[in-house]
């Protein structure tokens, strides 16, 4: 916090000293941008976002503590209103991260991408280009989501271990899947290509490309 310094672009803007900022860029009222913040052309962050925090752990986390890396937001992203993109995480040109969303250190998010209000992408998730997302959807730590996905809300893509025996690890969506309102997706399954996961389903193992899937568990 000590690096940040007030400026006069935007009111109560506060800003490190690295911070760059390109043409058409617009800034709401008490925006924070952390070092290594790299703002593209015509990019639009809303009041009270936050970009490029380096995150304190918990003291019980096992996760790693981030590396210092660039936090890029694209050209013509658009970031909502109080949202959080941690240190080293990217945002493609004229993606869109809805009010309240929360983007992890590390992950990426893809051109065109869109992200309702409050989601949470977990650290070192990938998703690609033309992503949508409804509200309050939940990436755990590195999933891998492909091209033209679609999330309905309240979705959660699980990681980490599991109860059972089957592998654990995030899950990987393949190009054009689409899941359902309130659907949950476990640990170490993948959901294949243009494959349909009905509304409040839980996925506990692989999905075949094409198919569609529905109940608890989804089959």
């Known amino acids: 916090m000590t690096d940040l310094r007030q400026s006069d672009l935007a009111p109560h ?28 052309d015509g990019c639009r962050v809303d009041d009270g976002a936050v970009i490029g925090r380096q995150p304190r752990m918990g003291r019980g986390s096992g996760s790693p503590a981030p590396a210092p890396a660039p936090t890029v937001i694209g050209e013509d992203a658009v970031v909502g209103c109080f949202t959080v993109v941690n240190v080293g995480a990217v945002l493609g040109p004229h993606s869109w991260l ?78 054009g899947a689409q899941i359902g309102s309130g659907a949950q997706v476990l640990p170490g399954t993948e959901v294949g290509e243009g494959a349909v996961v009905g509304a409040g389903s839980v996925v506990v193992r692989d999905v075949a490309p094409g198919t569609t899937v529905r109940g608890v568990p989804a089959r």
């Open 98 to 175: 809805g009010d309240h969303c929360l983007v992890r250190e590390g992950s990426q998010v893809g051109a065109d991408a869109s992200i309702g209000h409050a989601c949470t992408i977990g650290r070192d998730c990938v998703l690609g280009e033309r992503v949508r997302m409804q509200g309050y959807v939940g990436l755990a730590s590195g999933v891998v989501v492909e091209d033209d996905c679609f999330f309905g809300a309240q979705v959660i893509i699980n990681g980490g271990l599991t109860m059972g025996s089957r592998p654990s690890g995030p899950p990987v969506l393949r190009r």
């Open 13 to 40: 803007l506060l800003l490190a000293p690295d911070v760059v900022i390109g043409a058409r860029v617009e800034l709401g009222a008490n925006v924070v941008l952390h070092a290594g913040t790299v703002l593209h």
